[in-house]
């Protein structure tokens, strides 16, 4: 009895985790790698993505890919891609700092002068969601 009891007391409080599918457009060349990561905020804006609530890296095959990043728990999230052609693990930049390799974020939004805000890329998961899904258009 105690532990239908406990059971029933959990049910609510059980969270419910969504699927986000990724659709990658626009890759050219088709060589090289692509960073992938999902982050909150606190780890939005750092180089090591090691600390990400996802992360990933998938050799380039063709010019789109679809990710599926499963079991996300409700909250805030933005997403970034870069087509990382040189295989030299970061999204390499010209002289001025111009990035020179494809790079994405979700809302496909685009920094002025820098990457967009965490507030800019954010998008938010609730426990109604299954699935969502992102298009993710590289720009050089």
Excluded: C, W
Excluded at 43 to 60: A, E, G, H
Excluded at 67 to 89: E, K
């Amino acid at each position: 009895m105690k532990k239908i009891i406990l059971s029933i007391l959990l049910i609510p409080s059980l969270s419910y985790a969504t699927d986000i599918e990724v659709n990658i457009n626009n890759i050219k060349p088709i060589v090289g790698k692509l960073f992938i990561a999902l982050d909150v905020k606190d780890t939005y804006d750092k180089d090591d993505k090691s600390n990400s609530f996802f992360s990933l890296r998938k050799k380039v095959l063709a010019s789109s890919h679809k990710i599926i990043i499963s079991d996300v728990n409700p909250g805030t999230y933005a997403l970034s891609v870069f087509h990382d052609v040189d295989n030299n693990n970061k999204l390499s930049t010209n002289f001025f700092g111009v990035p020179s390799e494809g790079y994405g974020f979700s809302n496909n939004v685009v920094g002025s002068f820098s990457m967009p805000t965490f507030k800019e890329a954010s998008f938010i998961i609730n426990n109604k969601q299954k699935i969502i899904s992102l298009n993710v258009e590289l720009v050089r």
